[in-house]
């Protein structure tokens, strides 16, 4: 698979359901799509959890930047979000969204 297609392949594997994948994934995806930037090599940031043993097949399909137990952020391009989304070492991948306001 060529990176070209990721986003493609990565919108059919998805389209009867998300699956591991949080569907603000998906929508943040979805408006690159629709600008001026290639979706294909997009790294989206997230935070995947996973089991326990599976912390090094993780590190060889995506950027990680932290883990804190079975807690990995990291961030992932299409095609690694497809490779990442079929390994049965992730229990979850949720998108890592806007904070709220700050307190003044």
């Known amino acids: 698979m060529t990176e070209q297609d990721s ?3 990565l919108l059919e594997a998805t389209k ?3 699956g591991k994948i ?3 994934i998906m929508h943040a995806l979805a408006i690159w799509a629709e600008s001026e930037y290639d979706v294909n090599t997009l790294s989206v940031p ?3 959890r996973i089991k326990t043993e599976g912390f090094e097949k993780v590190k060889e399909n995506a ?5 804190i ?3 990995v952020a990291l961030a992932a391009t299409p095609a690694q979000l497809l490779e990442l ?3 049965p070492e992730i229990i ?6 806007p904070g709220g306001s700050f307190d003044n």
């Open 85 to 87: 989304m079929n390994m």
């Open 22 to 24: 949080d569907p603000f």
């Open 63 to 67: 950027t990680i930047y932290s883990r």
């Open 46 to 48: 997230m935070l995947a």
């Open 16 to 18: 009867d359901g998300y």
């Open 7 to 9: 986003y493609q392949k």
């Open 69 to 71: 137990g079975n807690i």
């Open 92 to 97: 979850s991948l949720e998108a890592s969204r």
